[in-house]
């Protein structure tokens, strides 16, 4: 009943893994997968090795958490080390970032061959310079980025959106102009901040990071409802998911599957096993036969 197929990609259920969290080796991929993960995305990686932000580098607020990792990265050679230690029978998703429309296209290069879909991080809202985070609020950016890695490789590809933007419909389509397989959105939101009431530090290290986890959740739907209206590629929803309630949410907003980070900190990968029973639960309560038919179901209205 869960069971889906997301860009000829098949699926035991909807919820994948979110890039950034569990996501830095195969252990740990693998780890989440026997949790029960449709599919796994990994942590975001680049060309050459990365070493991110000094500690601390996650901060928790109200509703969630700030990170500012500033996408540490082993670097590719390394990392496809990684990707082919993961468990044959779980969809594998590497997640891909580059300062240039070149470096992206040379990462994916690298590893299309070992992975079943590549995800492009054209939207960390911390990212130090040199690693294109700003890629995704720019459109033509967004459109030079995506169409260099469809020219390069044949695997299909998804754009992971930032909400950081006035017109996220403007960007989406671009993406899909340039030949973008699926959309996910969103990354995280901010940037934003937290500073120690007794010493008055920012407690980043960075100062500033990306907001994740159930505070973000209404602004996550939102994108995901804006861009389901006006794209006419398969979303994949994420922000703040913490049950199944959540999950049914954004598949009537309009995402085809999701994506959870933040609450496998505060529930453990066993959230995945959680989420599959209870959306099992309320489908057959409500009726519905694949979670297909609950895809865009608010656009009615
Ligand atoms: C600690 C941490 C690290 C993250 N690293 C990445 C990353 O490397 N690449 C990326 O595309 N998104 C990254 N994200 C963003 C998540 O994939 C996700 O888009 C965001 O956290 C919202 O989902 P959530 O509320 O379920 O965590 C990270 C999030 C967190 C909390």
């Known amino acids: 009943m869960l069971e889906i197929e997301l860009l000829g990609v098949k699926m035991k259920n909807p919820t994948m893994l979110a890039a950034g969290v569990m996501g830095s080796t195969a252990a ?27 500690n601390p580098t996650t901060v928790e607020v109200t509703g969630g958490i700030i ?17 082919e230690s993961i468990n044959e029978e779980v969809p594998k998703i590497a997640s891909i970032y580059g300062a240039s429309p070149e470096e992206f296209s040379q990462v994916a290069g690298e590893i299309e061959q070992i992975v079943d879909l590549i995800e492009l991080n054209i939207s960390c809202p911390h990212a130090m310079s040199g690693c294109g985070a700003a890629i995704g609020q720019d459109p033509q ?24 933007v006035t017109d996220l419909p403007e960007i989406a389509l671009n993406a899909q102009k340039a030949g973008c397989d699926g959309l996910t959105l969103i990354n995280s ?16 290290s960075n100062r500033f990071g990306g907001m994740s986890g159930p505070a973000i959740k209404p602004i996550a739907i939102r994108c995901v409802f804006e861009t389901y209206a006006v794209a006419d590629v398969p979303l994949i929803g994420v922000g703040g998911i913490s049950n199944y309630h959540d999950v049914v949410e954004f598949l009537y907003a309009g995402a085809s599957a999701v994506q959870i980070g933040t609450a496998i900190m505060n529930h453990g990968p066993e959230i ?13 309560e409500h009726g519905f036969q694949s979670v297909n038919e609950m895809v865009g179901l608010a656009h009615q209205f």
């Open 28 to 54: 740990s991929l693998n780890w989440v997968s026997c949790s029960g993960a449709g599919a796994v995305v990994t942590k975001s990686f680049s060309k050459m090795p990365n070493k991110g932000y000094k």
């Open 67 to 83: 990170n500012a990792i500033g996408l540490s990265s082993p670097g590719v050679e390394t990392f496809k080390k990684e990707l």
């Open 141 to 164: 950016l967004t459109f030079d980025v995506v169409e260099a890695v469809k020219k390069s490789v044949s695997v299909p590809i998804l754009v992971k959106l930032t909400p950081n």
């Open 189 to 204: 939101l901010g940037p934003g901040m937290k500073i120690d009431l007794e010493t008055g530090r920012p407690i980043l």
């Open 272 to 284: 995945f096993a959680q989420i599959c029973q209870g959306l099992e639960k309320f489908m057959e």
